[in-house]
């Protein structure tokens, strides 16, 4: 784990010297927070009307790019309105929910905001996600319909006997430019594009009606029962996110945001994309991030910003030097996940200026941005908040002889925890029972209640943090969160593999952690050479690229605490490092089709950065 020095901290002296670049926004942040802050939950608020404003302030500017593809403000509204109108005219009405399955693509960014408009909570579908977790990802939510893109048909046609949607309301766009050319769609599917032809262009009457309190999108989290949890994400929320981090940010109509981030997860589709409405600027998108293709589409579109997860900026960082990377526009990004061992060098690197590093959850109530840009700092958060002191051997929160939580000081490292109030809610999950479990009441006094965001972070000084690690049944890679239950159940449905723990582990000069499982085998089994290929199939085809195992713990017996538990912090620490351990240790390499043995000769060269994972 990176360890920050401590004379990192912030103090009234470094804020001081951060104000004057920050004069210049106050304008526009202003704007940003009265709409963020003065609202209630009945207020008329959301995705709609803020894009419906952008329209009117600049309707001939550029919207959205995608490859060859352009559409202005006008024309992208237009589009999403015959969306609207049609889904209205077949009865869909505001609480309603429908699912949605599309690579990033302009037809994905039409659905979006025509379901906005008229109440329809989007549920936002990972596009890799297939089998059980897709079946259960649809169904968990209710939907009315399922729109789907060419790309992910058959994913969903694999489970389309086990859903719980009509037959008749399912919805399909070509994977082509839709615009100019409807394609013919498949049996069972109907053709959306085509459908919408002959419906208005005119704005939804119902934009106006959409209240904070009323449901935007349902994101989908890693869950303790190994398959995603449907988070409730509002138009209130949006609103605040748009007010702060999209002001913050601080762009206008010339400027234009390259994102490749899946617009299923909230960091592209709230984060990124509030940034270029507040601004009224231009969203270039690509359908999936490219190390080669980066800062050729930077040029392309004529960038000013961009949209990143630390994996990203490594991916980057690792690349060859190439004469694109200096010379364009861009000089903000906005994103988590930027490691503080590349942060300074990125910025020198590619000639960045401003890295807004925010700190958010799909489901949390609190949340960072780095408003005065700092280095290393997820940022500042004007929401109520403590980190407290944290007991990792045992899991839980160190309390003082009165019972109550203990606050870190500045420099020290503890549990953050979000204060639930009117102003902060915690909305929560579909399922109440897993509300009541990150919900921590009598923390500091009898009577209060915080979220659990199950994540340590480093008090700065300032009310700034940095994020450090994540605790419990979830980590982070390759952008994505991985249930441990999820790959534990898969890992466990080996042939020979009686049990398994499964954990994230740290690789020098890597994002996040990987994924290593601890496994025990059946009585009299062993593990051959066809095994390590079969196993690597199989992990491959039930779970996606980013959940799979890259490292093999071979135990004769998993070791538990006297309370049952899986010992996984002896596990973490002692990680894939042969020298601490007799056990077999097997890797899966980058690019290979079988487990091999990790010895102590490739364990060094994954240390060297050797391997990139």
């Not at 408003?371 to 839980?396: H, M, Q, R, W």
């Not at 915080?450 to 994020?467: E, I």
Request: with cysteine.
């Amino acid at each position: 784990m990176h360890q920050q020095k401590l004379n990192d901290t912030i103090h009234l002296t470094d804020i001081i010297e951060k104000l004057p670049p920050l004069i210049r926004k106050v304008p526009h942040l202003l704007s940003g927070l009265k709409q963020a802050y003065l609202r209630t939950p009945e207020t008329p608020t959301g995705l709609g009307i803020a894009f419906e404003k952008a329209v009117q302030q600049n309707p001939y500017g550029m919207a959205l790019l995608f490859e060859e593809q352009r559409f202005s403000y006008r024309e992208l509204n237009e589009w999403a309105n015959q969306i609207g109108h049609f889904y209205l005219s077949v009865g869909a009405r505001k609480g309603d929910v429908i699912a949605v399955m599309i690579e990033n693509r302009p037809e994905l960014i039409a659905t979006i905001l025509a379901l906005a408009k008229i109440g329809v909570t989007i549920a936002l579908i990972n596009t890799s996600q297939s089998a059980k977790a897709l079946m259960h990802s649809i169904n968990l939510v209710q939907p009315i319909a399922v729109i789907a893109g060419e790309e992910c048909r058959s994913a969903i046609e694999d489970v389309r006997a086990d859903l719980a949607v009509a037959e008749d309301r399912f919805y399909w766009f070509a994977d082509q430019a839709t615009r100019i050319d409807a394609g013919k769609n498949p049996k069972k599917w109907l053709n959306l594009a085509h459908k919408i032809s002959n419906f208005p262009k005119f704005n939804t009457p119902t934009t106006r009606t959409i209240q904070g309190k009323d449901g935007l999108f349902y994101l989908y989290t890693s869950g303790t029962t190994g398959l995603p949890k449907a988070v409730i994400f509002n138009h209130s929320r949006w609103t605040l996110a748009y007010g702060t981090y999209g002001h913050v940010l601080n762009l206008n109509k010339d400027d234009v945001m390259y994102v490749t981030l899946p617009m299923y997860h909230a960091t592209g589709v709230v984060v990124c994309w509030c940034g270029v409405l507040a601004g009224h600027a231009t969203l270039a998108l690509r359908r999936k991030y490219s190390t080669s293709c980066f800062w050729n589409d930077v040029k392309k579109f004529d960038a000013s910003a961009i949209g990143y997860v630390g994996e990203l900026c490594r991916y980057l960082i690792d690349a060859p030097v190439s004469e694109l990377e200096r010379g364009h526009r861009v000089t903000k990004m906005i994103g988590n996940g930027m490691r503080p061992n590349i942060w300074e060098q990125f910025k020198t690197r590619f000639g960045i200026k401003e890295i807004l590093e925010l700190y958010a959850s799909s489901e949390g109530n609190v949340g960072f941005t780095n408003l005065f840009n700092f280095d290393n700092t997820v940022g500042f958060s004007p929401t109520p908040y403590a980190i407290v002191e944290f007991d990792k051997e045992n899991n839980i929160p160190v309390k003082d002889a009165n019972g109550w939580c203990k606050k870190v000081n500045t420099g020290e490292t503890g549990l953050l925890i979000g204060k639930i109030t009117a102003r902060s809610p915690f909305d929560g999950y579909t399922d109440t029972e897993k509300n009541k479990a990150v919900i921590m009441h009598d923390v500091f006094k009898h009577g209060d209640a915080y979220f659990n965001t199950g994540d340590l972070m480093r008090n700065m000084g300032f009310r700034h943090a940095q994020f450090i690690d994540r605790l419990g049944d979830t980590f982070r890679w390759k952008g994505e969160n991985v249930s441990t239950t999820e790959v534990e159940n898969a890992v466990s449905d080996y042939a020979k593999i009686a049990e398994a723990v499964v954990y994230g582990v740290e690789i020098p000069n890597t994002n996040g952690r990987a994924g290593m499982a601890a496994i025990t085998l059946l009585p009299n089994m062993q593990l051959t050479e066809a095994d390590l290929t079969q196993m690597a199939t199989e992990f491959k085809k039930c779970l996606p690229a980013y959940a799979v195992p890259l490292f093999l713990r071979v135990q004769l017996q998993l070791q538990t605490t006297g309370t049952f538990k899986y010992q996984k912090n002896s596990l973490k620490e002692q990680a894939f490092d042969p020298s601490k351990t007799e056990e077999r240790l097997l890797v899966l390499l980058p690019n290979a089709v079988a487990y091999c043995d990790l010895t102590a000769d490739i364990f060094k060269q994954i240390q060297a950065y050797q391997y990139r994972f």
